[in-house]
C-alpha cells in the first residue's frame, strides 16, 4: 500500500508538470493515473487487504468480502466513465493546489455527497471491524485523514486527502517495521 501511495502521489507530480508546462495531454494523463488510484484503486484495494489479513474463521471476513466487491464496482464506475469520457476530468489550480473536479457517472443517480460517504465507507470500515488492533487504529488514522481534510482543505480536498492519506501509510510502514503483523497473526506473519 505504500507503494502505490507513492506511484499515486507520483502521478499527480506528472499533473503539476502538465499544469506548469501547459502540456493538456500530459495534464489528462497524470490526472487519470492519479485517479486510477483515488476512484479505482482504494475502495477495492482496503477492502481487500483487510480480508486478507483476517483469519479464515472470522465471521467479519465474509462482510469484508462483500465490501471488496462492491469497492470494485464502485471504483469502476467512477473510474471507467472517465476514460471513455476525457472531458469529464478536470484539473484546475485552487489556492496553489490542485484541485480534481469534474462529472462522475454516479452525479446522475445520487449527489455527490452520497458518493463521498460511499467512498469512505468502504476505505474505512474494513479495517475498522479488524480482528487486528492495528489495522483498527489505521482505519482511525483515515478517519484523522478525513477530519482534517475536511475542515482545512476543502478547496482541494481530493488532491490533500490523497497526500495526508499517502502520508497516513508511514502508520503502515510503522506497522511492517515494528512487525506488528507477526505480534498479532503470527500465522501469516512469523
Given at each position: 500500500m505504500p507503494v502505490f501511495a507513492g506511484v499515486q502521489q507520483f502521478m499527480e507530480g506528472n499533473v503539476w508538470w502538465g499544469v506548469n508546462t501547459g502540456d493538456p495531454a500530459a495534464t489528462l494523463l497524470g490526472a487519470l493515473g492519479?485517479?486510477?488510484?483515488t476512484w479505482?484503486?482504494?475502495?477495492?484495494?482496503?477492502?481487500?487487504a483487510s480480508w486478507v489479513l483476517e483469519p479464515p474463521n472470522s465471521r467479519r471476513r465474509p462482510w469484508m468480502a462483500a465490501m471488496s466487491v462492491a469497492g470494485l464496482a464502485f471504483g469502476l464506475s467512477l473510474?471507467?466513465?472517465?476514460l471513455a469520457n476525457p472531458d469529464w476530468v478536470r484539473v484546475t489550480v485552487n489556492q496553489d493546489s490542485l484541485a480534481y473536479e469534474g462529472t462522475m457517472i454516479l452525479d446522475y443517480m445520487m449527489p455527490r455527497w452520497m458518493t463521498y460517504v460511499i467512498y469512505l465507507f468502504l476505505i474505512i470500515l474494513p479495517p475498522l471491524i479488524s480482528t487486528y488492533y492495528h489495522m483498527r487504529w489505521f482505519a482511525l488514522?483515515?478517519?484523522a485523514v478525513v477530519v482534517v481534510d475536511i475542515l482545512f482543505l476543502r478547496y482541494a480536498y481530493i488532491s490533500f486527502f490523497?497526500?495526508?492519506?499517502?502520508?497516513?501509510?508511514?502508520?503502515?510502514?510503522?506497522?511492517i517495521a515494528r512487525n506488528k503483523c507477526?505480534?498479532?497473526?503470527?500465522?501469516l506473519f512469523a
Open positions: 492519479f485517479i486510477f488510484f479505482f484503486m482504494w475502495p477495492f484495494w482496503i477492502p481487500l473510474y471507467v466513465p472517465h488514522t483515515i478517519v490523497c497526500l495526508l492519506a499517502g502520508l497516513g501509510t508511514l502508520h503502515l510502514i510503522y506497522i507477526a505480534r498479532e497473526c503470527p500465522v
